[in-house]
């Protein structure tokens, strides 16, 4: 890999951006909207409650004045995660809800536990009917509430914050999620008149206001899941690589990690560029809730891993069951195996090119980072998996003098 690449917006910033919009009485504006599936898919459930967007070269619109509350396609809904977000947002704007149950990456058990918690504790009456949950009000709406979270979950911490945005009084939120698209959520909302404090520390502090209104386009923050799955294949492939567009401080722990295993980086103000050539150290990765390292990252720091003399380790601790990739990587000569979380990670000396399978995102993008270090052709399969969340990566490679190529393009790409 030689050249350069730019970080586009991130895709857990944008996936909760896009629902919150429509709590707005204006049209809104984002810019560095990234190229992804998700937002297509979010679109159209938009599209569905007569809202309409348009987006093209990095800019969505979106004009929600003319919103009605209808059912929501349930093929867009399943087809990410991120659809619950249209509870919190369609409490907030209607009072009532009725969301299928989302989809996402098939990476464990995924419960929504504490976000009907918190929908309670702010006055809504919850229900699950046929693969649904049926979210209602009474006249009087939803109030403000003290909420404790049982653990930290940024689904959470977002889905409740934007019901409790234009809720009538003050919501107070702890032990919540971190993670800078909240900051990023938050910012948005605050320039349109919410009044958020907190954001960023572990309790949240919402005045409900009766209106939001937009008066300037947001742009959105970088994916630093982008960026450090970028710098992992370079520092593993790479011959001179420049990662463009990134906010260092929200890569602290993964840029720790490569710095432990002896990667050389020469980090700017917002960019990194990794030489490449290092003789790599083996490392120890354990996973956590932001500021440590995101399980995000650890699927698509493995096949780096596996460049270092010795034996690294995983220990998953968010979802020990996201381990879609490591059969896959077995079948391509990789000497990797899980047991309760814990991944054990051996250099890899004869890797060859496969037909596997991206059972989901971060498995297909490692997937398709070990390929880069196997010899002959990796094809993977059910790569809208990918898609889903990595902006115009196929584009983005090439630029990188990788030899990609996209055989199949997802409908409604
Ligand atoms: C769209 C989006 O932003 N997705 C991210 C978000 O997912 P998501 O918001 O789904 O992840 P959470 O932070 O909610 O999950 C954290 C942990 O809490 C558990 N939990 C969560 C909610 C709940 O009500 N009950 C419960 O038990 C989950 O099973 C998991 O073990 O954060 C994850 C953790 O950083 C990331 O991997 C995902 O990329
Ligand atoms: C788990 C992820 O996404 P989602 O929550 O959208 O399934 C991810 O981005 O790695």
């Known amino acids: 890999m030689h050249g350069e690449v730019t970080i586009g917006g991130a895709k857990n910033s944008t ?93 464990g058990p995924r419960p929504i536990d504490q976000h009907i918690k918190g929908f309670k504790a702010l006055g809504a009456h919850v229900e699950e009917e046929d693969n649904a949950v049926r979210i209602t009000t009474g006249p009087e709406g939803l109030h403000g509430a003290r909420v404790f979270f049982d653990m930290v979950s940024v689904g959470a911490t977002i889905n409740v914050l934007l019901a409790a945005v234009k809720a009538k009084g003050t919501t ?11 900051i990023d959520l938050a910012t948005f909302l605050n320039n349109m008149g919410a009044h958020i404090r907190g954001a960023g520390t572990d309790e949240i502090r919402i005045e409900g206001v009766e209106s939001l209104k937009s008066t300037n386009t947001h742009t959105i923050i970088p994916d630093r899941i982008e960026a450090g799955t970028y710098l992992a294949f370079a520092a593993a492939n790479g011959d001179g690589v420049l990662v463009k567009n990134v906010i260092t401080e929200h890569l602290d722990p993964f840029i720790a990690k490569l710095r432990e295993m002896g990667v050389t980086m020469e980090i700017d103000e917002d960019s990194i560029y990794i030489p490449g050539n290092d003789r790599l150290s083996p490392v120890t990765v354990k996973t ?126």
């Open 288 to 413: 956590s809730p932001f500021p440590g390292f995101a399980t995000d990252l650890q699927q698509p720091i493995t096949p780096l891993l596996m460049c270092a003399q010795g034996t690294s380790k995983i220990i998953e601790t968010i979802y020990p069951k996201r381990i879609k990739h490591i059969p896959e990587m077995q079948r391509m000569g990789a000497d990797i195996s899980c047991k309760d979380g814990v991944f054990t990670i051996h250099h890899a000396k004869n890797l060859k090119g496969a037909n596997v399978d991206a059972g989901e995102i971060r498995a297909g993008v490692a997937l398709l980072g070990l390929g880069l270090m196997a010899k002959g052709t990796t094809v993977i399969n059910n790569a809208d998996n990918i898609l889903r969340g990595y902006d115009r990566i196929v584009e983005k490679m090439r630029g990188l003098s990788v030899d990609i190529e996209l055989l199949t393009v997802a409908d409604n790409l």
């Open 172 to 182: 107070i939120m702890e032990n919540v999620a971190k993670e800078p698209e909240i």
């Open 15 to 107: 996936v909760a951006l896009i629902p919150a919009a429509i709590l707005a009485d204006t049209p809104v504006k984002f810019d560095s909207v990234p190229e992804i599936l998700d937002v297509h898919n979010l679109m159209l459930i938009l599209e569905a409650m007569n809202v309409k967007s348009h987006f093209s070269h990095g800019q969505l619109e979106i004009d929600p004045t003319n919103i009605e509350n209808r059912p929501l396609p349930g093929d867009a809904i399943r087809s990410l995660r991120a659809s619950y977000y249209f509870m919190g947002a369609m409490l907030g704007r209607f009072g009532k809800a009725v969301v299928g149950f989302p989809g996402g990456d098939n990476i």
